[in-house]
């Protein structure tokens, strides 16, 4: 855990508001640098212009977002360029840390297991969904599983001394 200094953030699209002030807290509180694919990694769909656009719309549904995407002139996402540059943003960093909230993902479960199994990095995971709490594929790739923000804080300080 000492030589850990940055850590990708896998997370739900759907969580990424909430989720981008967690970010900020954790690495003010830890001084690790998190690598968020929505905000850090370069070439994305502009996510800042997507949430100044969408405001509060939640987006459950995948068509619906493209068609907004779509009226407001944002480029739309292009799958091989969302994965190879998000699967080069995991090879850049030390781990991962993945939230596994109540929104649907497909690619946080990807991404833990392309930095666990085929990298061997640690994947630290925060399950904030109980339902997701003790699966199989969840505990058998973590490195450690943590149910808040703070648990994990005070575990990579408490590691570091």
Do not use: C
Request: zero cysteines; charged letters at 30%; a positive charge.
């Amino acid at each position: 855990m000492r030589n850990i200094r940055s850590l990708y953030m896998a997370h739900p699209f759907g969580d990424r508001l909430r989720l981008r002030e967690e970010e900020k807290r954790i690495e003010a509180a830890t001084g690790l640098n998190l690598v968020n694919p929505f905000y850090d990694v370069k070439g994305r769909l502009d996510i800042a212009q997507f949430d100044k656009l969408a405001k509060d719309r939640t987006f459950k549904d995948r068509d619906e977002r493209q068609k907004w995407i779509a009226s407001w002139g944002l480029k739309p996402s292009i799958p091989k360029e969302v994965v190879e540059r998000d699967l080069k943003a995991i090879r850049g960093a030390d781990g991962v840390l993945a939230f596994f909230t109540d929104k649907i993902s497909v690619g946080t479960p990807m991404e833990v297991f392309y930095a666990s199994r085929v990298l061997h990095r640690p994947v630290y995971l925060i399950i904030e969904d109980r339902s997701k709490m003790g699966h199989p594929w969840l505990v058998y790739y973590a490195t450690a599983i943590y149910t808040t923000v703070d648990e994990f804080i005070t575990s990579i300080n408490m590691a570091r001394q």
